[in-house]
Structure formats: C-alpha cells, structure tokens
C-alpha cells in the first residue's frame, strides 16, 4: 500500500524560556536563517527601541525600521524600505501589530520573517494570517508562516499583565470555534482538518485547565506554546477556521462598530467564547469559560470593559455581517434582536450566579 503524507507549514525552530532573546543571532546561524547577519528587524517606538540597544552590539550587520502602528500602509512602508537590499530574513521584534505588519511586508518582499514576541495578547505571532487596519476598519490577510519564532519570558514578563491575560482569552476561544466548526460540518457539510482541529484544541484546553496564573512560569510557558500550536492549526487548515468562530465575529463587530472605545482582542474574544457557548446550550461550559475568564482578571460581561448591555446585544446582531460566508452559531439561530437580548439577560443571569 502506498504511505500517503501531508508537508505541515510551520516555524523551523521554537525557542521558548527564559534568556531566548539572547541567543538569537545564534540561533538564526545555527538554523541557517542567517549565516551573515544580514538583517532588517522591525520593532516598535518604544519597547522595541529598548530592546534595540540591548541587541544590537551582537548584530553589527543589522538595519533596524521603525514601525508606526499596525495599519496596511505602515506594511506597505515597511516593505518599500526593505525591498533590494538583500537581507536574509526580517525579524519582528514586538507585540502583535510589529508581528503581523512585518509578516505582510516579508511576504510583500519574498523574505523570510522572524517572529519575536515581547507580548502574548494573541494567537497572531505564529498564524499564516495578517490582521491590519485599513481604510475599511480592519482586514485579515493572508501570509506565510513566520520562519522561527522566539519567545523570550523574561521579556514577556516586562510586558504589562493585561497583555497575558488577552492571551488567555484568544487561546479559550479556540473550543467555542472548534464547536462552530463542526456545528458548520454537520449542517452545511463543510470539511474539518482533524488535525488542525485536535491541535487547536489541545491549545485551548491546556490553558482552561492548567491551575496557574499569569505570575507562574509554568503557566506562560503553556500559554505561549498554546499560542503557538494555534497558529501551526491554521496553517495546516489553510485559514483561521481552527480558532475563529461566533466569539470572533463578535469581536470584529465591537472594532467596526465601537472602533475608539474597543478593548483588547483576547479579552472581546473571551467574552464572546462564553456567550456563544451559552447559545449552543453549553450552559455549564459557559461557566466554566466565565470563572476562568474571571480568575486571570478578564471580563466576562460588556459593562466590565466599558460596553452596555444593549451595545453587546447590537455587536452580537452584526456579527455575522463581518465574516460573510463563514458558518457559526450566530449563523444557525439567526436569531432577531429581541430574541439575542433575552439570551444575553439570561447568560448574565446564569453566570452571575
């Protein structure tokens, strides 16, 4: 019998734990991603200048661009600065608006893109996908997988808490997606990657379930690798399908409709995971979601991260108009405004309780 295998894209090294960031030029010679040295890293105004001074003694062929913000002309810029130049690979070095501009202008340019993340707040350090704000609000667009991906603790814990903590949100999600996913099977017969699927589940439920908190090594480390797993499912996948779901929809209304007031995308999402539970009837699930949600210090309920009632009851009707074609259970209740504000009132009720 023939032995049939599948390529999975994915990062060539992961280097995770504490001091990483101080072994990256040797870790790019070692893995063959720059022998020379010859580098564009793209970093931030602030946390990246710091982190500049510290490394760039060790990197004397380095040129170093700054990047304004996360928007698709920031990306396009970036590209036109490093485009001819003949650099090895691009190097990322910040949050998650640094990582996805820079994977956009890596791919722009046919470069290589090295991910190094100074914050967890999103599953984006990893994933084939880069969000940007354009002139229409905000557009997802499609990338390569970075080459290598590094994960410094030390740097992550310099990072303000929240940012973790908006991690924590994004990794949840993942099972209220995965439940949209397979709803989407069994109603409209879309495919499910089952590998895609278990990859991004086992993400998710290592971070419901691990006892720890953001203050706990241990705990950070398996977040960060959640983060990262997630980001191989939707490369293996070919989209966001593994981690994007009903919770996510809700979180693209809140910055389209709310863009000056939006909160961190892991804490939109999070609340939006235990909602969408509570519409599929996962009662207990959605509290479970809640009081997790709720020990990390993410909110569980609108008023929480400043929004009314009846703003999530509007986020939660437009919803499905900002992924067209994409199947959840938004999709399958279709449910009208009155009927998603009873819904909300008695979610509030139960987890509450």
């Keep these: ?23 990256l030029a040797t870790l790019l010679a070692d893995q063959r991603i720059s022998a020379s040295g010859r580098l564009a890293f793209a970093i931030s105004g602030g946390s990246g200048q710091a982190l500049r001074a510290r490394l760039a003694p060790g990197l004397p062929g380095a040129d170093w661009y700054e990047v304004a913000d996360g928007t698709i002309d920031a990306a396009v810029r970036l590209a036109d600065d490093i485009k001819g130049s003949r650099y090895d690979a691009v190097v990322a070095l910040g949050g998650g608006k640094i990582i996805d501009a820079t994977k956009y202008a890596a791919a722009r340019v046919g470069l290589p893109m090295v991910a190094v993340a100074t914050n967890l707040s999103h599953d984006g350090l990893c994933s084939p996908v880069a969000t940007l704000d354009n002139d229409n609000g905000r557009g997802s667009y499609g990338v390569p997988t970075p080459i290598a991906v590094v994960i410094d603790l030390d740097v992550i814990r310099e990072a303000p808490a929240r940012f973790v903590r908006s991690g924590i949100g994004d990794a949840i999600s993942n099972l209220s997606s995965l439940a949209d996913w397979e709803l989407s099977h069994t109603v409209t017969g879309e495919p499910v990657d089952g590998l895609a699927a278990a990859m991004a589940r086992q993400a998710g439920e290592a971070v419901l379930r691990h006892p720890g908190g953001v203050g706990d090594d241990d705990f950070v480390t398996v977040l960060a690798e959640s983060l990262v797993l997630t980001g191989i499912a939707m490369s293996i996948s070919g989209d966001s399908r593994p981690s994007s779901g009903a919770c996510h929809e809700i979180c693209h209304a809140f910055d389209l409709l709310y863009p000056k007031r939006r909160a961190s995308h892991g804490e939109q999402v999070g609340m939006g995971a235990a909602f969408a539970m509570h519409l599929r009837g ?3 699930q959605a509290r479970l979601f809640a009081s997790v949600l709720r020990r990390h210090g993410l909110p569980v309920l609108p008023e929480e991260i400043g929004f009314t009632a009846e703003e999530f009851v509007t986020a939660v009707d437009y919803a499905p108009q900002t992924r067209p074609g994409r199947f959840t259970i938004l999709e399958h209740l279709d449910l009208s405004t009155d009927q998603i504000r009873d819904a ?3 979610h509030a009720k139960t987890i509450r309780s």
């Design 344 to 346: 909300y009132a008695d």
């Design 1 to 23: 019998m023939p032995v049939l295998t599948r390529l999975i894209p994915s990062p060539l090294v992961v280097d995770i734990g504490r001091g990483a960031l101080d072994s």
């Design 282 to 284: 996962a009662h207990e």
